[in-house]
């Protein structure tokens, strides 16, 4: 709209220059014709005197041509009585001194407008009238082109600028869209570029450098994490196999119970090491391959059956509260233990609550898949705490924590192109998990 703005005011300043530039011309003509004639009679008069001015103004009097190409003269003498010229009288509406002004006479001239002044001469004074209507009907067809060039102006104007404004928009748009890729994990998109050279081909050049500079490091990183994963889960394994070979030949209790201890250690290690192999590959988009079509209630269904003697066990009841059919292509197993440690965390955090409920919705292309509770609520501020990889509220509660279970929930849910939110579910906490290329079944 500024463009747009831009080029009205230029039109229009130069349109609004010709139009008072050709009027100023019409009215400098106007006004040169009838001082030309005074210059020709008053030289008659320098030459020839009174007598000389008489025979002149009677000689332009004569008519000749159309009206409108005629002068209109009288001369009077000092006492005021008529001495020459085709005007029988002075016209009431001029004064006896004027330089220049516009006026209609009724019954002359065919009551056109007539351009008037006249002089005082010595012994008497002169008159002279032209017909103005031919330069005010120029003048009059200037304007109208000037407003009409306005009007042209205006529509060129305001359908270039909504062109330049859809091209910036189609440029804008594409580099938007590439962010929001990129934002939700694939990093291999990249911004369109033509080869141009213009400043958008420059700037979609750089932004696609930095994004293969970021798509390296993340990938390398990405590599490391699920290398050094995999790596540590080998002798991970091992000890605790040798830890467990030797809590079944020691009889000391003591011994006993601190291999116990270490056990449950490695067993946590090993349960991280599989969990940040998940994450990573869930966040890399490996998986995709495997979605099929599933039913979410009866998933939730499942859900609710395998989950439910360790919720009754820490004092809940999980219910089911879904329509009877929603189907979506997803990966089922990632969902299943996504799902799983909602339920999880549901029945360690909601203490003091009873219910677990387990929801499903159909949006328009997607689905709602949550997890919720009636026991105390994650303070608002504190939620984006709770969504950060190991981050964890209250370490001195629940010693056992990783604080790597919703950051998979969440990677899953990239995973399906979704998102993790936490919300208030009045009382208790509410997470819902939503995801893409879903369909009511």
Not at 137 to 148: H, K, M
Request: hydrophobic share 50%; charged share 20%.
């Amino acid at each position: 709209m500024l463009a747009f703005g831009f080029q009205l005011a230029v039109f229009g300043g130069v349109l609004l220059f010709v139009w008072q530039a050709s009027d100023a011309a019409i009215r400098a003509d106007q006004r040169e014709r009838v001082d030309g004639l005074r210059r020709e009679l008053m030289t008659h008069f320098f030459d020839g005197g009174m007598p000389a001015l008489i025979r002149a103004v009677a000689d332009h009097s004569r008519p000749t041509g159309t009206p409108r190409d005629r002068a209109l003269l009288l001369l009077l003498g000092a006492d005021g009585r008529r001495l020459a010229g085709n005007l029988p009288a002075w016209p009431a509406r001029v004064p006896m001194r004027t330089r220049w002004q516009v006026v209609t006479l009724p019954g002359l001239n065919g009551g056109e407008p007539l351009g008037v002044t006249s002089w005082e001469i010595p012994r008497g004074r002169l008159l002279i009238a032209r017909s103005v209507a031919a330069s005010a009907a120029l003048a009059l067809t200037t304007e109208e082109a000037a407003a009409t060039g306005l009007v042209i102006g205006l529509l060129l104007a305001l359908a270039s600028a909504l062109i330049l404004g859809r091209l910036l928009a189609g440029q804008i748009e594409a580099m938007v869209a590439t962010a929001g890729e990129v934002a939700d994990g694939r990093l291999a998109s990249r911004v369109p570029t033509d080869a141009s050279g213009d400043a958008f081909d420059r700037l979609g050049q750089a932004i696609n450098a930095m994004l293969d500079r970021i798509e390296r490091l993340v990938s390398q990183l990405r590599m490391m994490t699920d290398g050094l994963a995999h790596d540590f889960r080998a002798p991970v394994t091992r000890l605790r196999a040798v830890v467990d070979q030797a809590a079944a030949s020691t009889h000391d209790p003591t011994a006993r119970a601190a291999l116990d201890r270490a056990m449950a250690e490695a067993d946590q290690l090993l349960a991280m090491l599989s969990t940040a192999l998940l994450i990573s590959r869930a966040e890399a988009g490996i998986g995709r391959d495997q979605f099929a079509p599933v039913d979410l209630v009866e998933l939730l269904d499942d859900l609710a059956e395998v989950y439910g003697p360790l919720a009754e066990e820490r004092g809940f009841a999980i219910r089911v509260r879904a329509p009877a059919r929603i189907t979506a292509r997803l990966h089922r197993q990632l969902l299943l233990q996504a799902l799983g440690n909602l339920i999880e965390n549901a029945t360690l955090y909601a203490e003091g609550g009873g219910t677990i409920e387990l929801g499903a919705a159909a949006l328009a292309g997607g689905a709602r898949l949550w997890v919720a509770d009636d026991g105390p609520d994650i303070p608002p501020e504190a939620r984006g705490k709770a969504l950060q990889r190991f981050g964890r509220l209250d370490p001195a509660r629940r010693p056992g924590g990783s604080g790597l279970g919703l950051s998979l929930v969440e990677a899953v849910a990239h995973l399906h192109e979704g998102s993790l939110a936490l919300e208030d579910n009045g009382p208790g906490l509410k997470a819902v998990l939503t995801i893409g290329a879903a369909a009511p079944g």
